[in-house]
């Protein structure tokens, strides 16, 4: 079906409708918006989409609400907004649209819904309270879009079209900018993958960009690689691997003689010519050259390795 009218509600808006709205104006370019609680515009029909009002979810008739008795709830019980109920509908046909490959829709979508289209449906439906963040409950995306509704003395329809179309276009760049970086994880992991096999045995792992390359490395089981060496725009960068998802412990920490040098100071006492920086924390270092870069790794991984050794004595 190509519908020829997207329907919500009237009145003030709300994450999930304006999330909802990106995915299926995206889709349905040439249908007409409408935003109204009129019995003839909620009830179903076949030339249209109604999202987030009409007290129903029936997918087959084109209709998406959840704040009816029974509303729909996710296989673990957790409930859906309008926004869960479009993305789990016509999420995927969004990301084959937005040019996501094929065989990386079904990650993607997943990856999304878990990051980005649940904590919506949550927080829509009173289930996550976003005031467990203290100052920072004010800056989730459903409180920052919401911002930008007409203010009291500031009433009527053109001022809440007004108000929603402005929103839309903030909601819409990021819903495109998070399925974009979602999608460019998967490209990495790809080319990580790659150049992981290339290393072979090696600690040193070599790119040919900046990219995210953890989840590639854990996925591969490359348990043996201690540091990442890659280009930048000017220089080269050597930088270590968390052993987790969260924090900032290092499977292997760059020497502490390194730590908080450049330029002169660093090539004194690394003995590497073009070395030009190391972090105090010791986490990321630069250097002027490729092979300054990977001589580098070479020392770090040395003293990292002499150390384990030191340890286990």
């Known amino acids: 079906m190509i519908p020829e009218f997207l329907v919500t509600h009237s009145g003030g808006f709300h994450a999930d409708e304006l999330l909802s709205t990106v995915i299926l104006t995206r889709l349905f370019p040439e249908a007409r918006l409408v935003r109204s609680r009129a019995a003839e515009w909620i009830r179903p029909g076949a030339d249209r989409i109604i999202y987030d009002v009409g007290g129903q979810y029936d997918a087959a008739a084109g209709i998406f609400d959840h704040h009816q008795r029974g509303a729909p709830l ?43 289209v649940l904590p919506v ?33 500031e009433a009527g329809q053109e001022a809440e079209d007004r108000g929603f179309q402005a929103a839309l276009a ?27 096999a290339q290393a072979g045995d090696s600690r040193i792992l070599e790119l040919p960009m900046g ?49 908080g040098l450049t330029n002169g100071e660093l090539e004194a006492v690394c003995g590497v010519a073009g070395a030009r920086f190391c972090h105090n924390g010791r986490f990321i270092a630069a250097a002027a050259t490729r092979e300054a870069a990977l001589a580098m790794a070479a020392l770090a991984v040395a003293e990292a390795t002499s150390s384990a050794v030191e340890n286990r004595a």
């Not at 963040?133 to 919401?146: D, R």
């Not at 903030?170 to 992981?196: D, F, N, P, S």
């Open 121 to 153: 449906d949550l927080m829509d439906n009173g289930a996550l309270d976003p005031s467990v963040a203290g100052p920072l409950a004010g800056l989730t995306l459903p409180a920052l879009l919401e911002t930008l509704k007409p203010v009291f003395d």
């Open 211 to 259: 990219m995210p390359f953890r989840p590639a490395v854990v996925k591969s089981g490359a348990d043996h690689l201690l540091f990442v060496v890659h280009p930048r725009e000017k220089d080269w960068c050597l930088t270590g691997i968390r052993k987790a998802d969260e924090g900032f412990e290092l499977r292997a920490d760059l020497p502490v003689a390194w730590a």
């Open 74 to 116: 996710r296989a673990d019980g957790q409930p859906y907004s309008s926004f869960g109920l479009i993305w789990k509908h016509y999420g995927r046909d969004y990301l084959a649209a937005s040019g996501v490959p094929g065989d990386h829709v079904e990650a993607v979508h997943a990856a999304f819904d878990a990051r980005f």
């Open 170 to 196: 903030i909601a819409r760049t990021l819903v495109e900018a998070g399925v974009a970086q979602r999608a460019a994880k998967l490209r990495a992991e790809t080319l990580v993958l790659q150049q992981i």
